[in-house]
T-cell receptor, first 114, second 115 residues
Framework: DAGVTQSPTHLIKTRGQHVTLRCSPI?????VSWYQQVLGQGPQFIFQ???????GRGNFPDRFSARQFPNYSSELNVNALLLGDSALYLC?????????????FGPGTRLLVL | AQSVTQLGSHVSVSEGALVLLRCNYS??????LFWYVQYPNQGLQLLLK??????LVKGINGFEAEFKKSETSFHLTKPSAHMSDAAEYFC?????????????FGTGTRLTIIP
């Protein structure tokens, strides 16, 4: 079975630009979460979506937004990019949104902002 | 609020020796606890998790962890290290109620195996 897939794998943007990252969950999983992992740190929670509804939001500015589609795939959008947005962005999927559910992570999208 | 502290950002052990990676958590409600492993240029893979029930949890690749409420700890161990265990390990906590916070990760421990 295919795992969580993310695209693109790498991305280079300049400050002020906008970026869209994409995620396809494991087949049958209805929940998608997004995390930001800055170099040398643990992942930080950004959003969780379940059945197209936002179920959780971390401490990130409004420049970050996300949505989930009817096929349960998801997009993470970041506007007005800052140098500090350079990070590995991880998507994780799970069957449901409850906190004891195991989250399965994709390989990530590495974003570099110049 | 919830948080995780991983003592030791770098740990080195000899091949065949005991692996011990430390994790202490803080949570205002009973926690769910997780250990994930990250190999270079890859995403995170679940090693094991504690939700309820038995406090000694066995995971993949010979790892296990014990939930100790009195010590607020969830240390990861493996009796005999293998070269393939070299990776970054993350401890994470989430709430047992429906909180807005999801997984909160520690800063990670990089495990090096000495031949």
């Amino acid at each position: 079975d295919a795992g969580v897939t993310q695209s693109p794998t790498h991305l280079i943007k300049t400050r002020g630009q906008h970026v869209t990252l994409r995620c396809s969950p494991i087949s049958g999983h209805k929940s998608v979460s997004w995390y930001q992992q800055v170099l040398g740190q643990g992942p930080q929670f950004i959003f969780q979506y379940y059945e197209k509804e936002e179920r959780g939001r971390g401490n990130f500015p409004d420049r970050f937004s996300a949505r989930q589609f009817p096929n349960y795939s998801s997009e993470l959008n970041v506007n007005a990019l800052l140098l500090g947005d350079s990070a590995l962005y991880l998507c994780a999927s799970s069957h449901a949104y409850q906190n004891q559910e195991t989250q399965y992570f994709g390989p990530g999208t590495r974003l570099l902002v110049l | 609020a919830q948080s995780v502290t991983q003592l030791g950002s770098h740990v080195s052990v000899s091949e065949g020796a005991l692996v011990l990676l430390r994790c202490n958590y803080s949570s205002s409600v009973p926690p769910y606890l997780f250990w994930y492993v990250q190999y270079p240029n890859q995403g995170l893979q679940l090693l094991l998790k504690y939700t309820t029930g038995a406090t000694l949890v066995k995971g993949i690749n010979g790892f296990e962890a014990e939930f100790k409420k009195s010590e607020t700890s969830f240390h990861l161990t493996k009796p005999s290290a293998h070269m393939s265990d070299a990776a970054e390990y993350f401890c994470a906590v989430s709430r047992s109620n429906f909180g807005n916070e999801k997984l909160t990760f520690g800063t990670g421990t990089r495990l090096t195996i000495i031949p």
